[in-house]
């Protein structure tokens, strides 16, 4: 009812006798990749999350399907933060991992934006990649596919940036090894992902309203979280090493009209000036690091695969020299918290990143 096209589940992806690492497993994304990991029946499932509640949750939703299935697959849940590259290494050694998903990550565009916390957006998004790819690398695990965003094309924003900045990582391990196949899977947003705004509205309707949205012109594309995970795997799949892969969500929607469409879905009628018995929509503006529709492509050059909804694309990166030295210097303004230089570093690497609206302090 709700997305302009049909969604699709396919492919039974086949993991025996393979370990399959899943950071951030606590998740949108990581959690339903355990789900339909389990299907291709592994070895064992190491569930990997820096929350101790979300790890709980996802740990306990696997063990009780685990239970009535039909599967003898070992479920590890691990405490632990990417950023510890020697924790992270530890677990790759010790549990024989094979495949990592990669989707743990600070995704809040606002929240990031805040002065306060572009550290840590820097300091999870791209040296916690780094810190999995190394391990990755150094430990000859298969595959690594890491999970991104449309944000990180052309960002207006600290967290978009940063996990450009994590793809050209994965990139740049890619081109200067054969051991481990490192990609990457960029999509929009997911319906009813935790801080989406389907929630958000839902919660508004059963509140009376009014629905509040950033701009009647926004649009954003939108796919259901089985899918996008489910597509996630196919592109694994389908790698070869370095591709960035893009999932193909049609339409964008317009915020807007999603809005009128769930009010009308719940029964409710749309309030307007000449009828007050129903739900209002109040414009709010735009949060800092917001923009009015999203991108899938930087090159704007696209190569079709297998599946129709997913393509691949080929996106330029630095060489390995010049973007350690980016990093190094990431790393010397994270220690003196120096805001506007980080931003500039950033700036630097990420083609089309200019930090239009102020920082929030």
């Excluded at 039974?12 to 291709?40: C, H, M, P, W, Y």
């Excluded at 990550?105 to 606002?110: E, I, L, N, R, T």
């Excluded at 297998?306 to 350690?324: A, S, T």
Aim: proline share 2%; charged share 25%.
């Amino acid at each position: 009812d709700i997305l302009p096209r049909e969604s699709s589940l396919a492919i039974n992806f086949d993991f025996k006798d393979q370990s399959v690492l899943i950071t951030g497993a606590g998740g949108s994304i990581g959690s339903e990749l355990a789900r339909q990991v389990i299907k291709g029946n592994p070895k064992k499932i190491v569930l990997f999350d820096i929350s101790e509640f979300n790890l709980y949750k996802i740990q306990s939703e696997i063990e009780n399907i685990l239970s009535h299935g039909k599967y003898k697959i070992s479920l590890v849940a691990i405490l632990g933060d990417v950023k510890n590259k020697n924790r992270v290494k530890e677990i790759i050694i010790r549990h024989s991992v094979d495949t990592i998903y990669h989707s743990a990550a600070y995704k809040y565009v606002p929240i990031v934006e805040y002065s306060e916390n572009i550290f840590e957006g820097i300091q999870n998004n791209i040296f916690g990649t780094q810190s999995v790819c190394s391990s990755a690398n150094e430990t000859c695990v298969s595959k690594v596919v890491l999970i991104s965003t449309d944000k990180a094309v052309r960002p207006a924003n600290v967290m978009g940036a940063t996990k450009r900045v994590a793809e050209m990582i994965a990139q740049s391990y890619n081109s200067e090894q054969n051991e481990t196949n490192f990609c990457m899977v960029r999509f929009g947003n997911v319906i009813n992902s935790s801080g989406s705004v389907i929630p958000l509205f839902m919660q508004q309707i059963r509140d009376g309203g009014p629905l509040t949205i950033t701009h009647k012109d926004v649009t954003r594309f939108f796919m259901t979280i089985p899918e996008a995970a489910n597509l996630v795997m196919q592109a694994g799949e389908l790698s070869k090493g370095g591709e960035v892969f893009i999932l193909n969500m049609g339409k964008q929607v317009k915020i807007y009209e999603l809005a009128k469409r769930l009010i009308h879905l719940s029964g409710r009628n749309i309030a307007n000036d000449n009828d007050q018995d129903g739900i209002q929509i109040s414009e709010v503006g735009l949060r800092p690091g917001e923009k009015l529709y999203e991108e899938l492509l930087i090159s704007g050059n696209e190569d079709i695969t297998d599946n129709k909804k997913i393509l691949i694309v080929n996106e330029n990166f630095p060489d390995k020299n010049l973007l350690q030295n980016k990093l190094t210097k990431l790393i010397a303004a994270s220690k003196t918290h120096n805001v506007s230089s980080a931003i500039d570093i950033l700036e630097s690497m990420v083609e089309g990143y200019v930090q239009e609206n102020k920082i929030l302090k």
